[in-house]
């Protein structure tokens, strides 16, 4: 009777293991989406403006949202805030080369942010952290990075200066880039005219490589012409100015087959 009763117990153990249930799914990963306005002076009101139309967009998707905004945005908060960013927008100044400023070898100033020297000190208080300073930034692997209305960064030049040749534009495009993809990103969109709204929607709905993203966007010119990047070994640069030789104010240099998939 005992063996009986214990292999009765035995089978209904057995019976019950089946039915145990499976470990609770994983929380899904929320992509972190960093947005700064540094400090632009007057404009910087307007700025904080887009950026906040960015911030609603990119709330529909995920919960990892940070806001780093003038006159707030330093140095030290800005790197802090972009460890393990998905994606990061940058709205404000920009500095770049060539340019009629002073040469710098080192880009310490240039291809970089424009952000508060000294925090809670207005709109004015502006210093410029180049290349060696975004060349650290800890981004989440493939990570893009996307700069609106900057001077320099997608080849333009500064509001009264005239126009760069087709020459100056490719070099001003390739230079801001470096630091960030130096950085871990994967690719780095500036675009001198439009926000990030769009980007960010299709960026977050659809399912395709960044170059298929950058070229369909509402402003594309169709005047795209792709080379080879001089500062970063690998990467593919693409402007697509207003007209074949002028208006350089949308760029994308970096991996050309990365995915919205694999940056998310």
């Not at 057995?14 to 039915?19: I, R, S, Y």
């Not at 126009?163 to 630091?179: E, F, I, K, M, S």
């Not at 795209?224 to 640069?237: E, L, W």
């Amino acid at each position: 009777m005992r063996k009986t009763v214990a292999i009765l117990i035995l089978t209904i153990t057995a019976a019950l293991g089946a039915f145990v249930p499976a470990a609770a799914a994983a929380t899904p990963v929320q992509p972190k989406v960093v947005i700064i306005v540094g400090a632009t002076h007057s404009v910087t009101s307007t700025y904080r403006s887009y950026a906040d139309q960015a911030y609603a967009e990119a709330r529909k998707y995920t919960t990892n949202v940070v806001k780093v905004y003038s006159p707030y945005a330093t140095w030290t908060k800005v790197k802090a805030a972009t460890v393990g960013a998905n994606v990061v927008i940058y709205m404000g100044h920009g500095n770049g080369w060539p340019s009629p400023y002073t040469y710098d070898p080192l880009y310490t100033t240039k291809n970089g942010f424009g952000l508060n020297a000294t925090s809670g000190d207005g709109d004015y208080n502006n210093k410029y952290y180049g290349e060696p300073y975004v060349s650290t930034l800890d981004l989440a692997p493939d990570a893009i990075v996307l700069l609106h209305h900057l001077c320099y960064a997608a080849g333009n030049s500064e509001p009264g200066q005239a126009q760069p040749t087709v020459t100056v534009a490719r070099q001003r495009l390739d230079n801001y880039a470096a630091g960030f993809l130096k950085a871990g990103a994967s690719a780095v969109i500036a675009d001198g005219h439009r926000g990030p709204v769009d980007y960010l929607r299709a960026l977050f709905t659809t399912h395709q490589t960044i170059e298929q993203l950058w070229r369909t966007q509402p402003n594309a010119n169709g005047h795209v012409v792709a080379f080879n990047s001089s500062r970063t070994p690998g990467a593919t640069a693409f402007s697509d100015p207003d007209t074949t030789t002028s208006g350089f104010y949308r760029s994308l240099v970096g991996d050309r087959q990365v995915t919205t998939d694999d940056i998310l």
